[in-house]
């Protein structure tokens, strides 16, 4: 069974610290990975996929890494703002083998960037 | 906004009473997604539809849960006597599912059911 772990679960910085997410996964046969975001009381919003034969994706100041010989990802922020503030999903999704139920998010990471 | 929109954005029930979600995907994307979130956990998969063919359900979607994407586009999720453990997020996705890959997922605001 996929688990998937994000750590640390909340995290506090000042504005303008370069910062890095993390997300686990225990089975390394992925199809894919995807990053979200998530304000309070709000759905997801996608941020970066990356596809299992890519190592990163980026997207403006947002980077996003996958080694799946390690069982990892990472979200590189740059340049924090207090707009960055949110929680952070990960979401692991299998090589397909006959059920997309099996897709396994992450508990999720909440930052708070400080002005 | 051609986003995913859901309907209603709050739900306030009685327990017993049966419950209906509307979802409205994006226009041209022919998969569709209905999560259910609990207050500090990750999203979890319920069932999913390719156009008006349901073709995964979860373990979790009980006998009272029931999902219909009549004409493989808006989706309705409806909870038959509802219980206070049914209390949650329900968020709905939508994708353009390819061979080629890709099938990335956009969310919509999500519908927030408290059952009393």
């Known amino acids: 069974k996929q688990e998937v772990t994000q750590i640390p679960a909340a995290l506090s910085v000042p504005e303008g610290e370069n910062l890095v997410l993390n997300c686990s996964f225990t089975?390394?046969?992925?199809?894919?990975l995807q990053w979200f975001r998530q304000d309070p009381g709000k759905g997801l919003t996608s941020l970066l996929l990356?596809?299992?034969?890519?190592r990163e994706q980026t997207s403006g100041r947002l980077n996003a890494s996958l080694d799946k010989s390690s069982g990892r990802s990472t979200l590189y922020i740059a340049a924090s703002q207090p707009g960055d503030s949110a929680t952070y999903l990960c979401?692991?999704?299998?090589?397909?083998?006959?059920?997309?139920?099996?897709?396994?998010f992450g508990t999720g990471t909440k930052l708070q960037v400080i002005p | 906004d051609t986003g995913v929109s859901q309907d209603p954005r709050h739900k306030i029930t009685k327990r017993g009473q049966n419950v209906t979600f509307r979802c409205d995907p994006i226009s041209e994307h022919n998969r569709l997604y209905w999560y259910r979130q609990t207050l500090g956990q990750g999203p979890e998969f319920l069932t999913y539809?390719?156009?008006?063919?349901?073709?995964?359900k979860s373990r979790l979607l009980s006998d009272r849960f029931s999902a219909e994407r009549p004409k493989g586009s808006f989706s309705t999720l409806e909870i038959q006597r509802t219980e206070q453990g049914d209390s949650a997020m329900y968020l709905c996705a939508s994708s353009l599912y390819l061979t080629s890959g890709g099938n990335e997922q956009f969310f919509g605001p999500g519908t927030r059911l408290t059952v009393l």
């Open positions: 539809f390719q156009n008006e063919a349901q073709l995964e």
């Open positions: 979401a692991v999704r299998p090589v397909d083998s006959g059920g997309y139920q099996k897709v396994t």
């Open positions: 089975d390394s046969a992925i199809y894919n």
């Open positions: 990356i596809q299992s034969s890519q």
